[in-house]
Every structure is written in C-alpha cells, then in structure tokens.
C-alpha cells in the first residue's frame, strides 16, 4: 500500500507563495499535524518513507519515520507543482492584480493552463510514476510518500483512473493521508484527515 501524505501547515504569517523556497517549515500546528499522521500510520507496516526535497514535507516525514524507526529517504521528483514557481514570492491575496486572472484560471480550470512551466497531466505523470516506482521497489510492506496538495491530487487520480478535471474537488488537507491499493487501477481505500484544522484559508492556500 502507498500513503500519499501532506506536508502539515506551515510559518507563513505573510500568506506567501512559498512554492520552493528555502526557510518555510512547519508552524505550530503543522507539527501536531505531522505527529497526528504520525500516529495515524504507527500501526501499519511501513518499510520506507519517502519525501519531497522541500523542508515542510521533510519535516512532516521525520514525525512518520520516527515511529518506524526509518530514516527520510528524499525523492526530488515528489517537489511542488513547477506552477508555483511562477508566483514564487508573492501574497496569495495580490496574485489577482499582480497576474491577473491566473488564480481565477488555476482555481477553474486547473487542466487548461497556458501560462503554467508544468501541465496538471505532466505533473501527474511525474508523480504517478514514482508512485508506480516506490510501489514496486517496497512490495515488502507500505510506503509513505510525503509531498504537496495538487501534486498528491494529481497522482490520486491519475492512479485511480479518475477524470483530471476532479483536481479541485475535496483536495486533501494538511498532514492528511490518502491510502492507496496499487493495481488497475490502484484503489482509493480511505482518506485521512488530522483532527488539528489548518486556521488559514482552505480555499487559497493551495500549496
């Protein structure tokens, strides 16, 4: 089984696209996130846990690792949507004047971008395929894998055959936990969320 798992919420008092930049770990609350994952996974046969480079998912994966007594093995396919790249730097709430319409276009239609340096469907691909990889690679037992919203969106439905247009529908949510049944298709069997909410706001903060 593969758990496709959420860094927790991050420090990010200025509402930035923090997309890849260095310096954004976990806040607060994002730490009870990760342990509550932690402890959400503790029971399950995990051999490896596997992160995206970012320091937020590095982090959330340690929590996971620890109680497995696993070391973090870092994986720079898992990295954020190279969409964010774009708007690097720039309050969530000045992308509107700043790049007018692009928020509205990813927020609408997130498969139909032309302004974005990686489609929604390449970036499935690249995180399908390392799912498909790990999943291989770790028949032994399960396989946590610790990366962002859209990329984990992405590859949870590229993997279950789902529509690409459901990108935005019921994304999951900091430190939550999609845990996959590979086959063909692979098989959603449950979506995990932590009991600590994120406090800021479910409906921008889109990394």
């Known amino acids: 089984m593969v758990h496709l798992t959420r860094h927790g919420e991050v ?4 509402h930035l ?12 609350l994002g730490r009870l996130q ?8 503790s029971s399950r046969p995990i051999v490896a846990v596997w992160s995206s480079p970012l320091e937020r998912a590095i982090e959330t994966a340690q929590y996971i690792a620890a109680r497995h007594q696993l070391p973090v093995r870092v994986d720079e ?10 708007w690097s730097g720039i309050r969530w709430e000045d992308l509107p004047t700043r790049l007018p319409g692009e928020l509205e276009a990813y927020l609408n239609h997130p498969w ?5 340096p990686e489609t929604l ?8 395929e390392v799912a498909l990889r790990l999943a291989e690679r770790h028949r032994e037992g399960d396989v946590v894998v610790v990366a962002h919203q859209d990329p984990i969106q992405a590859a949870r439905l590229r ?4 529509d690409h247009r459901r990108q935005q529908d019921a994304k999951p949510g900091h430190a939550s936990v999609v845990s996959l ?16 909410a994120s406090s800021w706001p479910p409906t921008t903060d889109r990394t």
């Open 77 to 86: 396919q898992l990295t954020e949507w190279h969409l964010s790249s774009r």
């Open 11 to 14: 420090e990010n008092p200025k």
């Open 112 to 116: 139909d971008l032309d302004f974005t």
């Open 181 to 196: 049944r590979p086959g063909t298709p692979w098989t959603e069997l449950s979506a995990w969320e932590p009991e600590a």
């Open 34 to 41: 990760a342990k509550q994952a932690a402890r959400y996974l």
């Open 17 to 28: 696209v923090y997309a890849d930049l260095p310096g954004f770990g976990l806040s607060d």
């Open 121 to 128: 469907v390449d970036l499935a691909e690249r995180m399908a």
């Open 159 to 162: 993997l279950t055959g789902a």
